[in-house]
């Protein structure tokens, strides 16, 4: 299934959306926070504050920080941060259900604080510790792939055990089973799947379907009223894709030629930005005809304009992953490993997923999902089909020296 029709939005799902456009997530998505503050950290300046202030060389990939005191066992506790609105709330917002129950059924109090607004600000809370190994006062924390892969190849991730995580091994779906940033899954779980799509406006393209970077880059119909994303793995991985190239496995001169293409769609002004979650504004306008967009935000998009419709090109398209990870020298990673675990429940899955309507990782998902909204569960921007699955890529994990090489030439491109 590659389109999703506004009109099958069951009544609990448009109450739920309703409810996160009035609490924030619709104005600014959790995925939009994370771009906007990636986007604008890792230009030039931002990237260079990554690799300073006094952080060691990178370790070894698939490095591990040394094992801590685990003190679970004498205190039932977690401290687990996350991102606003990442958690399932209840009607007058002041618990989160899927928490209490694990309380209940663990014994272990979640000590729960939405303080992470992107990655290199959070990031930048937590470096002083971890690099004079001492406790972050957080045993579980949820960053996008990218910087779990920073995080683990410092050596500053604890590798879990999979003794513990028996739901979140048998249940993790294939796509996401072995990054090529932590093999195997040996020091992460994901939290959400974020793919990346095209968005179209069919008012503004005249009922025409968009769904190829081609069209995007090449059709003249749609001159001056494309978007294209400040997210570099987002924006160069689609182009890649429609290049015949494998995002997992490209080479520089491969980077290159898209940048190249990306920048003749600039010249001819056929690109009309390259926009963080402000494209989303801009499209149920209708002032961008078509772009790429995150798989969140259409599902909002759709929930009140019937004019909003997605595309998943044959050539592919990118996704990525928030992760949990266990900080070197956290006091409960026990518990963190059972909290994780928690949530590869299908049944557990199924209520944060319908909550926060993100790709959910866990197999088994659609089946739960269904009891609690069947046009949820039949949603493969929520629970993706075999068809949809076979065309998902990763961008690859880069090194330090790619990664300031890469940003540094996509910031000029999306500035020129």
């Known amino acids: 299934m590659e389109q999703y029709e506004p009109d099958r939005l069951s009544p609990a799902q448009a109450a739920a959306i309703r409810r996160s456009l009035t609490s924030g997530r619709g104005a600014l998505t959790r995925r939009s926070l994370l771009r906007v503050g990636g986007a604008g950290a890792l230009t030039l300046g ?15 990939e698939g490095g591990t920080a040394a094992p ?8 039932k506790r977690i401290n687990f941060s996350n991102w606003t609105e990442y958690m399932d709330l209840s009607d007058d917002q002041k618990v989160h259900p899927t928490l209490e129950e694990f309380t209940k059924r663990t014994g272990i109090t979640v000590d729960y604080t ?28 949820v960053v996008t792939d990218w910087l779990a892969a920073r ?13 513990h995580l028996p739901h ?34 069919t008012k503004a393209t005249g009922g025409k379907k968009v769904d190829s970077v081609t069209q995007l880059l090449d059709d003249p119909t749609l001159k001056g009223r494309v978007g294209f994303l400040t997210e570099m793995r987002d924006t160069v991985g689609m ?31 056929q690109i009309r930005r390259f926009t963080g979650n402000d494209y989303t504004s801009d499209l149920d ?77 866990v197999e088994g998902v659609k089946e739960e999902l269904a009891k609690i909204d069947p046009a949820l569960a039949d949603n493969p921007l929520i629970v993706p089909d075999k068809a949809m699955a076979a065309k998902a890529h990763a961008f690859r994990s880069l090194s330090a020296e790619e990664e300031t090489a890469y940003e540094e030439k996509f910031a000029k491109l999306i500035g020129s």
Not at 121 to 130: A, V
Not at 247 to 262: I, K, N, Q, V, W
């Open 285 to 361: 306008k209708g002032d961008l005809a078509a772009c790429l967009a995150w798989a969140g935000d259409v599902i909002q998009l759709q929930a009140g304009n019937p004019d909003i419709q997605y595309a998943i090109p044959a050539a592919g398209y990118i996704t990525s992953s928030d992760n949990l990870l266990v900080p070197a020298k956290a006091r409960h990673k026990t518990n963190a490993e059972k909290l994780i675990d928690f949530y590869y429940e299908p049944a557990i899955a199924a209520r944060l997923a319908a909550f926060i309507s993100y790709v959910c990782p």
């Open 46 to 60: 931002g990237l260079s504050a990554l690799s300073a202030c006094g952080i060691p060389p990178a370790k070894r």
């Open 114 to 141: 939405e303080d992470i607004n992107d990655n290199v600000e959070f990031f930048g809370k937590i470096r002083p510790q971890l690099a004079a190994g001492q406790d972050t006062g957080r045993d579980l924390i």
């Open 239 to 269: 182009t890649l894709l429609d290049l015949g190239k494998d995002p997992a496995s490209f080479t520089t001169a491969d980077y290159d030629e898209a940048l190249g293409r990306l920048q003749k769609g600039v010249d001819k002004k």
């Open 168 to 201: 979140a091994y048998a249940n993790l779906i294939p796509q996401y089973r072995n990054p090529d940033w932590d093999p195997g899954r040996a020091h992460s779980y994901p939290w959400t799947g974020i793919d990346t799509v095209i968005a179209y406006n």
């Open 68 to 75: 801590s005191d685990d003190h679970s066992a004498q205190e």
């Open 151 to 163: 995080i683990i190849r410092l050596g500053w991730a604890q590798k879990l055990d999979p003794a």
